[in-house]
Nanobody, 124 residues
Framework: QVQLVESGGGLVQAGGSLRLSCAAS????????MGWFRQAPGKDREFVAA????????YYADSVKGRFTISRDNAKNTVYLQMNSLKPEDTAVYFC?????????????????WGQGTQVTVSS
């Protein structure tokens, strides 16, 4: 079992930055691939970024590439999402997810554990 708790969301103006954190507890964090997804009102949950167990392979949605950076600190059991140059269309609830496999994946059904989500609102 893995418990995930996100933090760092909030309200920011367009062009600003936020850093989301996801603290994991439970089974060995360092063997899990991790991902960030987001869901805006009335829309499906969509992939944002993912990272493999060692942190040396990362993947991004085209919409965030060059603006967002995913990273992890296995010593702290934490994964991060640094979000720069935020746009109003980035407004959503952001979810952290863990996969009981070492390789990253891009689809929600490939993840086994989910956090409760943190709201990110970007004003224009």
């Amino acid at each position: 079992q893995v418990q995930l708790v996100e933090s760092g969301g909030g309200l920011v103006q367009a062009g600003g930055s936020l850093r989301l954190s996801c603290a994991a507890s439970g089974r060995t964090f360092s063997s899990n691939a991790m991902g960030w997804f987001r869901q805006a009102p009335g829309k499906d949950r969509e992939f944002v970024a993912a990272i493999n167990w060692r942190g040396d392979s990362t993947y991004y949605a085209d919409s965030v590439k060059g603006r967002f950076t995913i990273s992890r600190d296995n010593a702290k059991n934490t994964v991060y999402l640094q979000m720069n140059s935020l746009k109003p269309e980035d407004t959503a609830v952001y979810f952290c997810a863990a996969r009981v496999r070492p390789l990253a994946a891009l689809r929600p059904y490939e993840y086994d554990y989910w956090g409760q989500g943190t709201q990110v609102t970007v004003s224009s």
